[in-house]
């Protein structure tokens, strides 16, 4: 990360890093002011970050070379993606030039850093502008000839992408590219109960009970309450009839897709969990053993899942109106574990119980650990 104090780094570091844990990748963020605290101490003035106070230079030197140290250690050990969250703003940005945009930064998430704790907000912003100035005398904008960079400008209105190569460098494009700040809800929710719920069957493509179109009714009493105008909501379901029956008393219009499709249970389909204990009892152990990466044969896994999940993932964080999911069991674990941040391995065990809306609000700006070098 590079860039000038309060530009969203610390944010932006934590959200590739939830993405990326939860697409696999072993992922870990390298916060130097984090680093810089714990060296020092929180709450120094501004003076302590003027390039001219040697002292504080080399504190934060050795903070960032700490930070350093500990990141390489960890990606020849176990890390696969490192995301070293400093400012650098020397030579070595995300940038925001909108005055609105970085005021409104600061007192959202630098006035609750440890570092201005017990001090006074308006002391507290003026002190923060002080520290960014000194940064700004020192600052060298990115060159094209520092290797791959993206650089992000207006919390995300404007995207300069730069020798970009690879897959997964590609992918990191794309995501950030959809990443956006409007605060909205998503609410999941499973489709209404059954047939084959009331059965106690897995998969296939059954009809709705009475309870659960019940469930669709109130489904459309909460959204009314949350969308009177009828106008503000996404609606997605799967392409499954039991989540379409449940959008359809909503009265607007929804988009059913077929990535939203409950886990496939291949030869499993349309048994119980106790006939596949009896007639296959080696694949019901083996999925005993290791849900997360079990795959029904002919049929999926929830690594499976996820794979499948994220241009939904995309499609949801760019998407800047409040979204209703109507889904599935296995399909909403995965999207709940991406938003809550969930470890994937254990997301196969999140309780979704039916008939329920589960509210996400977005995710904040956190504020504890995001003080800048
Ligand atoms: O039982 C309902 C259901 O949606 C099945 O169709 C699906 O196989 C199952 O839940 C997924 O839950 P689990 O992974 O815990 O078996």
């Not at 992922?27 to 302590?48: C, D, I, K, M, W």
């Not at 020849?76 to 993606?81: A, N, S």
């Amino acid at each position: 990360m590079v860039g000038l104090p309060a530009r969203g780094k610390s944010y932006t570091a934590r959200r590739i890093e939830r993405y990326l844990s939860w697409l696999g990748y072993r992922t870990g963020v390298f916060n130097v002011g984090e680093y810089r605290r714990a060296r020092v101490g929180a709450q120094l003035p501004h003076s302590f970050f003027d390039p001219d106070n040697l002292h504080g230079e080399e504190a934060r030197r050795a903070a960032a070379m700490a930070a350093l140290e500990d990141m390489v250690v960890w990606l020849t050990d176990e890390g696969q993606v490192a995301i070293y969250d400093a400012t650098n703003t020397t030579r070595a940005e995300i940038r925001c030039d909108d005055p609105t945009i970085i005021e409104a930064n600061i007192r959202s998430t630098k006035l609750s850093s440890p570092d201005y704790a017990d001090t006074d907000p308006e002391e507290a912003v003026i002190d923060f502008r002080a520290r960014i100035a000194h940064y700004q005398r020192v600052y060298q904008p990115l060159g094209d000839d520092e290797g791959a960079y993206l650089r992000v400008t207006g919390a995300g209105r404007g995207v300069t992408v730069s020798n970009v190569d690879g897959y997964l460098a590609g992918r990191l494009v794309f995501f950030l590219m959809n990443l956006h700040l409007t605060a909205r809800p998503i609410w999941l929710t499973r489709h209404g109960e059954s047939v084959y719920n009331a059965a106690g069957l897995l998969g296939g493509d059954p009809d709705l009970t009475p309870d659960g179109a019940r469930y669709a009714q109130s489904l459309t009493e909460f959204l009314d309450r949350r969308d009177p105008d009828r106008s503000g909501v996404v609606i997605w379901t799967s392409a499954l009839r039991r989540a379409i029956q449940t959008a359809a008393p909503l009265g607007r219009s929804a988009w059913a897709w077929r990535a939203l499709d409950e886990i496939d249970a291949g030869i499993c389909d349309g048994m119980s969990y106790a006939q596949i204990q009896e007639h296959l009892p080696e694949e019901y152990a083996a999925r005993k053993r290791d849900k997360f990466t079990y795959r029904y044969p002919r049929g999926e896994s929830y690594q499976d899942i996820i794979l499948r999940l994220d241009p939904m993932i995309i499609e949801l964080e760019r998407t800047r109106k409040p979204v209703l999911v109507i889904a599935h069991n296995a399909v909403l674990r995965a999207l709940y574990a991406y938003f809550q941040g969930v470890s994937r391995e254990r997301c196969p065990y999140l309780p979704i119980p039916l008939h329920t809306v589960i509210e996400l609000l977005p995710l904040k700006p956190r504020l504890d650990s995001s003080g800048a070098l």
